[in-house]
């Protein structure tokens, strides 16, 4: 048995949990094809999950530790993302410290229980830094995924950003990003000869998708377009009611779904009402899961990922959801800033545009509800040939290759 000790901040409490789930599904994958593996997972306890302190599943055992008292404020990892909690309230910044101390802490004492053969932290902050730390005390090697932006909130800490993200890649036994803008954030922190190095401990590898092998029974609603995600800046959906709202003036019966939840939620209904659109226009039906998600996905023609680069620097690494909707078979509209020019080919399985460009925006909708039946068809096709892979199988092999069996 190989025994691996991944640490991340955002882990889901259960099937129906709000919290984004790719961490978990990876593990799932991950133990599916090579059942030698043995994971532990160690991440924040979230009120709002109502995590529990040690949970046994059937791919891994989960941990959970605290970081703040009283238990009622421990939201600052979990649902929505540290960043957008940050956000949401600022208060959440004086968590920080803890987050990081009992983290460590925590992770040290795991170590010692479990034993395990390799570390493997999703997120650069803090979850690298500390698998750094507590894996030289402790002596056990340690990898890492960058996601988004994990890495740049570092060069807002002057003296000790740059050196403590040298210092814990430098330390790392292979890393992967998600995308190449994530990679690209990771690198500007070193010198062109430093990352030639260190480039060869690197891998580009996405999150996967659970590809859909049942054929939808759930009829496609003509002229329908839709988002699903987590209700946050970085995800763009403010400039996508507006490029809606033109939408309207030469295709009146188009419908726009918003699937999800998050800390602009209520800003962006307020922005739907302002720009006079309707519930038979515009509906926000929350955060779905499941069946239901998947059924919501097939109802509709369009898949629209308008990710921008948010005021504080927060981004997209490269969204899950997207992956999903090719999955689906949709016409997917998103931005480059999404990470999505590492997948889309323009105009061949989906669409891409720049971030904040209404007009863009718009006129993409228009042309995919306007396509003919043929080339609808077409690109689901090759949408779908797209996801295939990015699927969970694929991606999980390509994972334990690199992080788990090249560096053992």
């Known amino acids: 048995m190989t025994r691996v000790l991944v640490v991340a901040s955002t882990f889901p409490a259960s099937d129906s949990d709000a919290v984004p789930a790719f961490v978990k599904d990876q593990i799932k994958a991950m133990k599916q094809l ?3 593996l043995e994971f532990s997972v160690l991440a924040p306890h979230d009120i709002r999950s109502q995590t529990k302190g040690f949970t046994k ?3 891994y055992d989960e941990y959970r530790f605290h970081y703040a008292w009283p238990r009622l404020i421990e939201k600052l990892a979990g649902q929505g993302g540290i960043m957008p909690n940050l956000q949401s309230n600022p208060f959440n910044y004086l968590l920080i410290p803890a987050l990081f101390l009992f983290e460590g802490i925590s992770l040290y004492r795991l170590i010692r229980k479990v034993n395990p053969d390799l570390l493997y932290a999703h997120w650069f ?14 002596n056990t090697p340690f990898v890492f995924t960058t996601h988004a932006s994990d ?4 060069r807002k800490i002057p003296l000790i950003g740059k050196p403590i993200v ?3 890649t430098r330390g790392a036994r292979a890393f992967t990003a998600v995308s190449e803008r994530s990679m690209d954030k990771l690198a500007a922190f070193f010198y062109d000869s430093e990352w030639r190095e260190l480039k060869k401990r690197s891998k580009l590898i996405p999150m996967g998708v659970d590809l859909i092998t049942e054929a939808s029974t759930v009829s496609v609603r003509a ?4 988002f699903v995600g987590r209700i946050a800046e970085k995800k763009g959906i403010q400039y996508l009611l507006p490029a809606f709202k033109e939408v309207l003036q030469d295709i009146p019966d188009a419908t ?9 939620l209520s800003r962006l209904k307020k922005q739907a009402h302002e720009l006079g659109l309707n519930k038979q226009q515009i509906t926000f039906p929350g955060y779905t899961t499941g069946k239901l998600k998947q059924d919501l996905i097939n109802s509709q023609l369009v898949y629209v990922v308008p990710s921008i680069i948010a005021a504080d620097g927060d981004a997209e690494g490269l969204p899950v959801t997207l992956m999903e909707g090719l999955a689906a078979g949709k016409l997917c509209i998103s931005t480059n800033e999404s990470g999505a020019d590492n997948v889309l080919t323009d105009g061949k399985d989906g669409f891409l545009i720049p971030q904040k460009d209404t007009e863009a925006l718009t006129a993409a909708m228009k042309k995919a509800l306007l396509l003919s039946d043929e080339a609808s068809k077409e690109m689901s096709k090759n949408a779908r040939l797209t996801a295939k892979q990015f699927s969970w199988p694929v991606i999980a092999k390509k994972h334990i290759d690199f992080l788990i069996k090249e560096t053992g």
Not at 125 to 138: C, D, E, H, N, S
Request: no cysteine; aromatic share 8%.
């Open 256 to 264: 726009l779904t918003v699937a999800g939840d998050g800390p602009w």
């Open 125 to 138: 902050t803090p979850q690298a830094v500390i698998a750094r730390i507590v894996g030289a005390l402790t």
């Open 166 to 168: 040298s210092w814990s």
């Open 57 to 59: 599943h059937n791919a």
């Open 34 to 36: 090579d059942d030698s």
């Open 151 to 154: 890495v740049a909130v570092w």
């Open 223 to 226: 002229n329908s377009i839709m």
